[in-house]
């Protein structure tokens, strides 16, 4: 008897030609998509409540809540007052292209202008992964220490934004080199925005709104 193996490279490819179906049924509807990737705590859920406050008057939101066994996240989502389906990975380490497409098909997807979805809590292999998101926009925070670019280089390669959160607690980082961590950003990825904020205080929350609300806008143009 013969053992297929199905090696980590070839389930990527087959990953990728998911993803490619995704982002034209996401194209199709106009929705931007955007894949939230940070490590447990960072405050993506914090990030995504703040932001479907201050966004859902003006749009449609949608979000996808990865989680490995549990529902607290989305629980919290749903609270916002948007539709929320929680993708429950029961033991896998980040999303992949096939699992958001059927939790992506569950919701109204004619109604709504952008999905925010909140991947796994890991900075590694969610990064590798295409779900056919628009943009990938990567979270960290202060409290991780300053040294998760040269570590973890290829989740900031890969997004459009990153978002340094707990800037509030920056004063509590003894030895915390925010002007190195940015420096490395920028060298791992020229084009990369970088917003610094606070889900706590709010600090620097509008700037990162205006930059969805522009990305929103953009994809209603073409
Ligand atoms: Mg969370
Ligand atoms: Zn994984």
Same mark, same amino acid.
């Given at each position: 008897?013969?053992?297929?193996?199905?090696?980590?490279?070839?389930?990527?490819?087959?990953?990728?030609? /998911?993803?490619? =179906?995704?982002? $034209?049924?996401?194209?199709?509807?106009?929705? &931007?998509?955007?894949?939230?990737?940070? @490590?447990?705590?960072?405050?993506?859920?914090?990030?995504?409540?703040?932001?479907? !406050?201050?966004?859902?008057?003006?749009?449609?939101?949608?979000?996808?809540?990865?989680? +490995?066994?549990?529902?607290?996240?989305? *629980?919290?989502?749903?609270?916002?007052?948007? /539709?929320?389906?929680?993708?429950?990975?029961?033991?896998?380490?980040?999303?992949? @292209? !096939?699992?958001?497409?059927?939790? @992506? %098909?569950?919701?109204?997807?004619? $109604? %709504?202008?952008?999905?925010? &979805?909140?991947?796994?809590?890991?900075?590694?292999?969610? @990064?590798?992964?295409? +779900?056919? =998101?628009?943009?990938? &926009?990567a979270v960290l925070s202060v409290?991780e220490g300053d040294d998760k670019v040269e570590?973890y280089p290829?989740v900031f390669r $890969?997004s459009?934004a990153v978002l340094i959160n707990k800037m509030?607690?920056l004063? %509590?980082m003894?030895g915390f080199d925010l002007g190195r961590m940015e420096r490395e950003l920028k060298q791992v990825n020229g084009s990369l925005r970088v917003f610094k904020v !606070?889900?706590?205080?709010? *600090?620097g929350? $509008?700037e990162w709104?205006?930059?969805?609300?522009?990305? &929103?806008? *953009?994809?209603?143009?073409?």
């Amino acid at each position: 008897m013969s053992i297929r193996v199905v090696l980590g490279q070839d389930l990527r490819e087959a990953n990728e030609l /998911e993803a490619a =179906e995704n982002r $034209e049924l996401f194209g199709k509807h106009g929705i &931007v998509v955007l894949n939230l990737i940070g @490590a447990p705590g960072a405050g993506k859920t914090s990030l995504l409540e703040k932001t479907i !406050s201050a966004l859902k008057t003006d749009f449609h939101l949608g979000v996808l809540e990865g989680d +490995i066994y549990t529902t607290r996240d989305a *629980e919290r989502i749903a609270k916002c007052g948007v /539709e929320v389906v929680q993708i429950n990975t029961r033991g896998a380490c980040h999303l992949d @292209a !096939s699992l958001v497409r059927k939790a @992506a %098909l569950q919701l109204p997807l004619k $109604e %709504l202008d952008a999905i925010l &979805v909140e991947n796994v809590g890991n900075l590694v292999c969610p @990064a590798e992964f295409d +779900i056919g =998101e628009t943009a990938k &926009v990567a979270v960290l925070s202060v409290a991780e220490g300053d040294d998760k670019v040269e570590k973890y280089p290829l989740v900031f390669r $890969e997004s459009k934004a990153v978002l340094i959160n707990k800037m509030d607690l920056l004063p %509590l980082m003894d030895g915390f080199d925010l002007g190195r961590m940015e420096r490395e950003l920028k060298q791992v990825n020229g084009s990369l925005r970088v917003f610094k904020v !606070s889900t706590r205080t709010g *600090e620097g929350l $509008e700037e990162w709104y205006s930059w969805v609300r522009e990305l &929103v806008r *953009e994809s209603k143009r073409v």
